[in-house]
Structure formats: C-alpha cells, structure tokens
C-alpha cells in the first residue's frame, strides 16, 4: 500500500482532497477548543496546512514521514497557528511539541509579485499550465510530457524555455505600462 | 553559456540544486556580470510569482472542496415516520410555495446570497492560435480580456465575430452574466443550448444562476431540475441549489 506522501506524489491533488477530508473535522475541533480559534480561522488554517504538506511533497522536502500524517500536520498547524496569534496580537499559551520552521519563504517586493501573477493570467494556456508544472507542482519533465501530451522531454523544456520567456516580457511590458518605469534595480 | 543554459543555472541556484563550486561560479557572476544579475532577478521573481499564483489558485480550490463538505453536513435531511408522509408532504408543499413567494418579494438579500455562493465565472477552456485571420484576432483578444476578468471588454470583442460558434454564444452569455447584463446572458446561454454541444450542461447552470439573479425562482427551478437530468457535472450543485431554495433553513 502506497503511503500518503507517495499517493500525493503519484496523483497529486486527488490524494490531497482524500487527507484533507480524513482529518479535517478533528483537525477544527482541535483548534477551536485547544487554540482558541473560531471556525473560519480554523479552516483558514488547515487548508494553509494542507497546502504546505503538498507543497514539502511535491519539493522533496518531506520524502518519507517518520510519524502518522495528523501528526505532521498538527505540528505544522501549531506553527500557522502560533503566526496567526502573532498577527493578530495574541499570545499563545500553548507548549509547543515540534519545532518544524516556517515554510513559507520570503517574497520580493509585493507590487512586483502581483505583476508577475498578473503576467501568469495573460499568458494564457497551454503556457501557464506548463510553468506551473515545473516551477510550483515541481514535476519532473517525464511527468509533464505525459501530464500535457509533449512529444518528448526536449519538446517540453523548449516549450518551457519559450513560455518563460514569453512571460518575461509580459511581465517587463506590465511593469512599465502599470508602474510607469523598470523597476527591476530596486529587489 | 547561452540564455536557455543560464537560465536552467539560476533556477538550480534558487532551488539550492547546485554543487558548492558551481554556486560559488553563480555568485560570482552576479557581482560581475550585469546582464547576468538582471537575468537572475527577473527569473527569481518570476518563480515566485507562479507559485504564489499557483498556491492562490489550490486554496481556492480547497475553499470550494471546504464549502461543498460543509454544505454537504448542513444538507442532512430528517427522515418522517411514513404515517406522517401525506401531513408532511403537504406541509412541504404549503412551505415551498411560501418560501418562493418570500424569495419572490421579500428576500431579495437571501437571493444575491445564494447567487453570490454559487456563481463562479466559467474558466476560458477553449486554446487558441496566436496567429489567423482577422476573426481569430477577436476570438484571440476576446478570450485575452476573458482571462484577464474584462469581460465588458471580452463581450465587446465576441459581439464583433459573425458566428453561430456555440463556444462563443456560451463565453458570451458568461461575460454578460459577470458584468450584470442578465437578459442578454440568457440570450445567449439561450442560443447555446439550440444546438446539441459539450457545453449545454454549463450552458443550463449559468441560465439558472441567471434566472436566480433574476429572481424569477419557477424558472430558475425548472432549469436546475433540467440541469439535474442531464447528469452534469453541475448536477451535485443544482440538487444542492435546489435543496436551498426549497429549504431555506438549510444552510
């Protein structure tokens, strides 16, 4: 039987959708009553948990779990939970049993990452499906060629060059017609 | 190196994928090679910014999953002991008729409500050529300003094409429904569903949706029942739709 960080590997979103359900109506009880959280927070959060858990699958970061999958996402919910507290201005009171550092890494400038985003929107298919695959879902050029029908590996990182490319001057052309200069000096 | 070779270098970089000499070599390029730095910060940032559309685009699909289990939980119906049937039924029947009649005259709050809940635009689907003749340019520009959400300025580029394309008949209908053009959205989502076509089943949920904006709740019901036959993907929503509609209590 396929563990769940394979079952993620091999069919990606579905298996997520089965280990959200799986834990998720434990998952807000527990941060309703252990955290103080109200619903909507909660859910916020195990969906930002669910996302990570992905997100170290998918990078290679997290290839094998040395405990149950709750566990792991429990533990990486105590961080969120504790960043959201911090926000918000309150103080956890909670002991905390794992120490998994926070995951999310820091970004570049925000206007110029909402452009690059706005750049991702007009490129279009099968561009941004493609960049997606390589650069978010981190898939190996193998699985992409079967995934979105390339001919081969080659015809796939071309496409994947062009398409990168492409959406380089998108996001050049953006940032002058939006900001009103280059501002590539400034990150 | 060429442009293809640095770039594969500097993503190897970003995602720390480099041997130790060879990200030394990548340090010191960037201090000296000024086409190189310039290079290397429009990939970063370009990364970053798929990823961040990316993980925007998963936790909203993990929103939508949340809503469905949620409604799914709040959707449990109560079962009668059958002597209690006919009471029941008829019961139903009066408290249907009320609640349309509330949703008709009274609820207008309820109704932006459920269509606010249920209305997602369609996602543009449908490939297109960069290049081709004039019309194409349209269909091309249309679908641009689609993905983009400008779909006043969408509509205004499919309403140039002199087509009986049902796709565009259906994006049309779409753009109208997003800028609150209703009657002209039903139609177009009309003229859709006059032929046999893959996008008849999206075609009946968006006219539902319109008839509830509309607020014209026999239609309305009388297309998601349509939509529930047909066995579309739509179907699991109408019924659910339909549910709340009926039973405004449920939710």
């Not at chain 2, 449990?76 to 019961?91: D, E, H, L, N, R």
């Not at chain 2, 904006?213 to 036959?229: A, G, M, P, S």
Request: proline share 3%.
């Amino acid at each position: 039987m396929f563990s769940i960080v394979e079952q993620i590997k091999l069919s990606g979103k579905g298996a997520l959708a089965k280990l959200y359900q799986e834990h998720r109506k434990e998952f807000i009880l527990w941060a309703i009553k252990s955290h103080h959280c109200d619903e909507d927070d909660a859910k916020d959060i195990y969906q930002a948990t669910i996302i990570s858990f992905y997100e170290n699958v998918m990078s290679g970061q997290l290839s094998e779990l040395s405990s149950s999958p709750k566990t792991y996402l429990f533990a990486i919910a105590k961080n969120k939970i504790r960043e959201m507290q911090r926000t918000k201005g309150k103080r956890s009171t909670l002991e905390e049993n794992y120490d998994i550092p926070e995951e999310m890494e820091e970004i570049s400038d925000p206007e110029l990452l909402r452009l690059t985003m706005l750049s991702l929107k007009q490129i279009g298919e099968p561009c941004k499906s493609l960049l997606q695959e390589v650069y978010y879902h981190q898939s190996s050029m193998s699985a992409i060629v079967t995934k979105l029908s390339y001919k081969n590996e080659d015809t796939a990182k071309s496409q994947k060059y062009k398409c990168l490319i492409r959406l380089r001057k998108i996001f050049k052309d953006l940032q002058i017609k939006q900001l009103g200069y280059d501002r590539r000096a400034g990150y | 190196m060429t442009e293809e070779q640095d770039i594969e270098l500097i993503e190897l970089y970003i995602q720390h994928k480099l041997e130790k000499p060879a990200q030394e070599s990548v340090e010191t390029r960037l201090k000296t090679d000024v086409a190189f730095a310039q290079l290397f910060r429009d990939i970063k940032i370009l990364m970053e910014g798929v990823t961040a559309a990316s993980r925007e685009e998963l936790t909203n699909e993990l929103k939508t999953f949340e809503t469905e289990l949620s409604g799914a939980e709040n959707g449990k119906t109560i079962s009668f002991p059958k002597q209690y049937w006919p009471i029941a039924i008829a019961a139903s029947i009066a408290f249907v008729a009320a609640l349309i009649f509330w949703l008709k005259e009274e609820n207008q709050p309820a109704k932006n409500l459920l269509f606010s809940e249920y209305y997602k635009p369609y996602p543009n689907v449908i490939m297109l050529s960069q290049r081709g003749e004039n019309e194409e340019a349209d269909k091309v520009s249309g679908f641009q300003k689609y993905d983009q959400g400008e779909y006043a300025a969408a509509a205004n580029q499919f309403e140039k094409l002199d087509t009986k394309d049902f796709s565009i008949f259906f994006y049309l209908g779409s753009c109208y429904l997003a800028t609150k053009e209703i009657d002209k959205a039903i139609l177009n989502f009309g003229k859709c569903l006059e032929t046999d076509n893959r996008l008849n089943g999206q075609a009946e949920w968006y006219l539902a949706l319109c008839y509830l904006y509309k607020n014209d709740i026999d239609k309305c019901i009388r297309t998601l029942e349509k939509v529930i036959q047909r066995g579309s993907p739509y179907s699991k929503s109408a019924t659910e739709l339909l549910t709340k509609i009926k039973n405004p209590s449920v939710e």
